[in-house]
């Protein structure tokens, strides 16, 4: 069993900065592809980052590259998602996930390969 427990969310004005936090249970973390996505209301939940175990791999929706960064912590058992320049738009409910399959090459952007998910934290942005 993973819990994943988001942080880190709030009310930023355009232009603005936040960091995401994900700290997750477990102590095989390490092993384990994480992902990023968001959800506005009235949409469907999307695809915002994902990272291999490793770290050496991560993926970005077009709409946040260059924006966006994924990163992860072993030792603190953390992924982070740093978003800057935020527009009204990334205005979204933020959850990450983990996949626990191992020897996962590249991160996946689809839903389905995740196999836990945190409960949220909200991240709007005013104009």
């Known amino acids: 069993q993973v819990q994943l427990v988001e942080s880190g969310g709030g009310l930023v004005q355009a232009g603005g900065s936040l960091r995401l936090s994900c700290a997750a249970s477990g102590r095989t973390f390490s092993s384990y592809a994480m992902g990023w996505f968001r959800q506005a209301p009235g949409k469907e939940r999307e695809f915002v980052a994902a990272t291999t175990a490793s770290g050496r791999s991560t993926a970005y929706a077009d709409s946040v590259k260059g924006r966006f960064t994924i990163s992860r912590d072993g030792i603190k058992r953390t992924v982070y998602l740093q978003m800057n320049s935020l527009k009204p738009e990334d205005a979204a409910v933020y959850y990450c996930?983990?996949?626990?399959?191992?020897?996962?090459?590249?991160?996946?952007?689809?839903?389905?390969?995740?196999?836990?998910w945190g409960q949220g934290t909200q991240v709007t942005v005013s104009s």
């Open positions: 996930a983990a996949e626990t399959a191992p020897f996962t090459v590249l991160p996946h952007r689809e839903k389905n390969y995740y196999d836990y």
